[in-house]
C-alpha cells in the first residue's frame, strides 16, 4: 500500500484519515501529522547576462535546475507567470 499526501503550503499539517477494508469488516481511523518545509530546488546559477541587446532584441540562455532532495521532485512553469509585467 502507498500512501501520498501533498501539503497546501508550508508548516505543520494534521490529517485524519480512515482505512477500511469493507469485505472483511475492518475500518480504522489514524492521523498524518508532519512538518513540511521548503524543498531544495534551485536553479544552477543566480543571476543571467543577456548582454547588450538592442531594444526589443532577443536572446536565449539555459539555466539547469538542481533537485538537492533525496526524492524527485515534479514542477512545471505557468506561460502566464513568466512574462512579467507590461508597466
Given at each position: 500500500m502507498i500512501f501520498e499526501y501533498t501539503p497546501d503550503g508550508v508548516g505543520e499539517h494534521v490529517s485524519y484519515w480512515n482505512f477500511k477494508i469493507p469485505t472483511e469488516k475492518i475500518s480504522q481511523p489514524f492521523l498524518v501529522v508532519?512538518?513540511?518545509?521548503e524543498p531544495i530546488v534551485l536553479f544552477e546559477s543566480g543571476k543571467i547576462n543577456f548582454g547588450p541587446l538592442l531594444l526589443g532584441g532577443?536572446?536565449?540562455?539555459?539555466?539547469?535546475?538542481i533537485n538537492q532532495e533525496h526524492?524527485?521532485?515534479?514542477?512545471?512553469?505557468?506561460?502566464e507567470s513568466i512574462k512579467g509585467s507590461p508597466e
Open positions: 508532519g512538518h513540511v518545509i532577443k536572446n536565449r540562455e539555459v539555466i539547469n535546475i526524492i524527485p521532485f515534479q514542477f512545471s512553469f505557468s506561460k
